[in-house]
C-alpha cells in the first residue's frame, strides 16, 4: 500500500456518482432463476467453478489496464476498514469501471485516485515511458539487431518492461503465471463434471493454453470454442484490443514504420483480456442462427469482394461461425468494465489470432441481460424529444438486438487482415464497417426472407434513433466516435436531417444506399491499409454538429446517467459455496 493514495474524486461527486440516478444497473442472472434451477446437477456444478476462474482471472486485466489498480483497491480497502465512508463509494465505482481509470456517459474522463489519468500505454508499458521515447528505443534496437525483441515487444500478449536502456517484452503466461495457474486448474475440474463433451473439450484446451508458452495451444482452444453451438454453458476469454494506444502509434513515425516493414514485423495492440460465464439460451439462440444460411449470400454482396480474402467464403456451403444468446452469470475484466456503456455482444476471435490460419472459425455471444431495458418510460421520453412523431410507430427496442446481430456477423464479412496498418483509426474504422454492413445488407435480407418489411423499418428507424449522444466523444471511444461519423455522414447525404428544435428525420428511400456507399468507403481504406487515408476519413466524419449538441442538451436532461454498474447474485452465491 502507498501511503501517498489519496481519493480523487470530492465526497460530494462519489454521492451523486453512485447514486440511483446516476448510476444505472444491469442485473444478471438471479439466484433463483430457472436458467439456473433446471440445468443438470453436474453442470451447477461446472458453472461454479467457471464463475471463481472468472473471478481469478479478472486480476490481470486489473493489471493490463493499470499499474497501480491492485495497490489502490489495497489502499481503498484499508480505509473502508477504518470507517472512510468516501472511500466505500470509491470502491462502488472502482469494482462498477474495473479500474481507477474510466469515461462516464457525458465523455468525461476521471480517475479515483488524485493526481491519476488513464495512460496510452495502459499497464502493459512502463508508466514513464511516451510516446516519443517509446520510438525512439524501438528504433534504436534495431539498429542494434534486436529484431526479435522488438517482434515481441510490438506483439498482443506481452508486458513490457524497462531493461537498461532498452525495452524488454515479457510473455503473458509468464507474467500473470499465478492468476492463470490457478485459474487452469479450476478449468479442468469444471471439465470433469460437465455433461457437454465438446464443452468439457474446451475447458481442458483453455486450461493447457493457460498454463503451456506455446501460442498453438491458444489457437487450437480458440478454435474449439469457435465451433461450440449445442452446449448448456458458457466461457470465453475474449482478447479485444482497442484500449492500447501506445503499440499503435508507430505507425506514425515514418522511419520506425519503414524499419518494421523491412524487418516485416506487425504492430499489433495488445489483448486485453475479458472473462464471460453464462447459460446458453437455446430459443434465443435458434433465432439468431437463422441468419447463418444467408451469410454466403451477404459475403456475395460486400464491396470489392475480388480483392481480399473474408473470413466468410462467398463460394462455399461452410460457414464458420457459431451463435449464441446468453444469459449471464458472471462478466468480468474488460467484458464487464462499465464505461461509458458495456459490452452488447461480441464477434471472436479477432483477424489478428492465429487459430484463423489453422482453418478455425468465429463465434458470437449475444448478452440478454444487458440488452434488456432498464427503464422504458425514460426511453419513450428519449424518443419524444429527439425523433420525428410519425416514425414512432416503427421504433422496437427489439430491432436494436437484430442490427447488433448484423453488425457482429458484418465483422466476420470485409478484409480479414492487414487493417493493423490503420493504426488508432483501425477500431473506429472496423466497428464504423461493421455496422453499415447491418444497414446495408437489409434489401438482401428482405428479399432472402429473414426480415419482413415492416421488420426493416423497424432497424432501419431503430438504427437512425438510436445514433444519439448526451455529448462529443473522445477519438478514443471508437464505438462512439463511429456513431458521431454516422450521423454526420448521413445528414451530408440527406438520409437523415436534424431539424431546428434538435429533432430527427429519415427518409428512408436514402438510408440503405447511403450505408452502401459509406461501406464502399470504408473497405476501401481497410483494402489500402494506408493510414493516412484512414485517418483523413475518420477525422472528415467525425464532426460534432450544432444539431447534435441540441439533441445532447436534451438528453443530459432527461438522463442524469454517468456511470454503470453490473449486479451479480447468483455468482455471488457460488463463489460462497466454494
Not at 30 to 39: C, F, K, M, R, V
Not at 147 to 159: G, R, T, Y
Not at 209 to 234: F, G, H, I, N, V
Request: with cysteine; charged share 30%; glycine share 6%.
Amino acid at each position: 500500500m502507498v501511503k501517498s493514495m489519496e481519493i480523487g474524486l470530492s465526497s460530494e461527486e462519489l454521492k451523486k456518482r453512485t447514486s440511483k440516478g446516476y448510476l444505472n444497473t444491469k442485473k444478471m442472472l438471479n439466484i433463483d432463476a430457472p436458467e439456473y434451477l433446471n440445468l443438470a446437477e453436474n453442470d451447477k456444478k461446472t458453472l461454479q467453478k467457471l464463475v471463481k476462474a472468472a473471478f481469478v482471472l479478472e486480476e490481470v486485466f486489473l493489471k493490463q489496464d493499470s499499474s497501480k489498480n491492485i495497490a489502490f483497491r489495497d489502499f481503498l480497502k484499508s480505509e473502508i476498514k477504518k470507517g472512510n465512508k468516501d472511500a466505500k463509494l470509491a470502491m462502488k465505482l472502482f469494482i462498477a469501471q474495473k479500474g481507477i481509470n474510466a469515461i462516464d456517459s457525458e465523455s468525461n474522463k476521471f480517475s479515483l485516485m488524485k493526481g491519476e489519468k488513464e495512460l496510452k500505454g495502459k499497464g502493459f508499458y512502463p508508466d514513464d515511458l511516451t510516446e516519443k521515447e517509446f520510438h525512439k528505443i524501438l528504433i534504436n534496437m534495431l539498429n542494434d539487431g534486436q529484431i526479435d525483441e522488438v517482434k515481441n515487444i510490438l506483439n498482443q500478449h506481452s508486458i513490457v518492461i524497462r531493461s537498461g536502456k532498452v525495452l524488454k517484452a515479457i510473455d503473458f503466461k509468464e507474467y500473470f503465471e499465478k492468476e492463470f495457474t490457478k485459474a487452469a486448474k479450476l478449468l479442468d475440474e469444471a471439465a470433469e463434471t460437465s455433461t457437454n463433451k465438446d464443452f468439457a473439450e474446451y475447458l481442458s484446451l483453455q486450461a493447457k493454453a493457460l498454463r503451456k508458452s506455446d501460442y498453438m495451444a491458444d489457437a487450437y482452444a480458440d478454435k474449439k470454442w469457435a465451433e461450440l453451438q449445442d452446449t448448456p454453458l458458457e466461457f470465453t476469454i475474449t482478447r479485444e484490443c482497442y484500449h492500447d494506444e501506445m503499440t499503435g502509434s508507430v505507425i506514425e513515425n515514418e522511419e520506425l514504420s519503414k524499419m518494421l516493414q523491412k524487418h516485416n514485423i506487425v504492430a499489433y495492440p495488445k489483448d486485453y483480456l475479458g472473462f464471460r460465464v453464462g447459460i446458453v439460451n437455446k430459443e434465443g439462440t435458434e433465432k439468431l442462427l437463422e441468419i447463418k444460411k444467408y451469410l454466403p449470400e451477404l459475403a456475395k454482396e460486400m464491396p470489392y469482394n475480388d480483392k481480399y480474402e473474408q473470413n466468410i467464403s462467398a463460394t462455399s456451403d461452410e460457414v464458420k461461425q457459431t451463435m449464441v444468446d446468453v444469459d449471464l452469470v458472471t462478466v468480468k475484466g474488460d467484458v464487464g468494465s462499465y464505461r461509458g456503456g458495456i459490452t452488447l455482444a461480441e464477434n471472436l476471435p479477432n483477424d489478428d489470432k492465429l487459430s484463423l490460419t489453422i482453418g478455425g472459425g468465429r463465434r458470437n455471444v449475444y448478452h440478454r441481460q444487458i440488452r434488456a431495458i432498464s427503464d422504458t418510460k425514460k426511453l419513450q421520453r428519449v424518443l419524444n424529444a429527439t425523433l420525428d412523431k410519425d416514425l414512432h410507430k416503427y421504433y422496437n427496442h427489439e430491432a436494436d438486438h437484430w442490427f447488433t446481430i448484423g453488425h457482429e456477423n458484418g465483422h466476420s464479412l470485409g478484409p480479414k487482415s492487414g487493417t493493423e496498418a490503420l493504426g488508432k483509426y483501425r477500431s473506429i474504422i472496423e466497428e464504423n464497417k461493421a455496422d453499415m454492413v447491418s444497414m446495408a445488407m437489409l434489401d438482401k435480407l428482405e428479399e432472402l426472407g429473414m426480415y419482413s418489411h415492416e421488420q426493416k423499418m423497424q432497424i432501419m428507424t431503430t438504427f437512425a434513433a438510436d445514433l444519439v449522444l448526451k455529448a462529443k466523444p473522445a477519438l478514443t471511444q471508437a464505438h462512439r466516435v463511429r456513431t458521431v461519423m454516422q450521423m454526420y455522414y448521413f445528414c451530408k447525404n440527406g438520409a437523415l436531417e436534424i431539424d431546428k428544435k434538435g429533432i430527427i428525420h429519415i427518409n428512408y428511400d436514402k438510408l440503405i444506399p447511403t450505408a452502401k456507399k459509406m461501406l464502399a468507403e470504408i473497405v476501401d481504406i481497410q483494402i489500402s491499409g494506408n493510414f493516412d487515408k484512414g485517418e483523413k476519413y475518420v477525422l472528415d466524419n467525425f464532426v460534432w454538429t450544432d444539431g447534435m449538441e441540441k439533441i445532447a442538451g436534451k438528453l443530459r436532461k432527461i438522463s442524469k446517467t454517468l456511470n454503470g454498474t453490473v449486479k451479480e447474485p447468483l455468482a455471488n452465491r457460488l463463489l460462497r459455496k466454494l
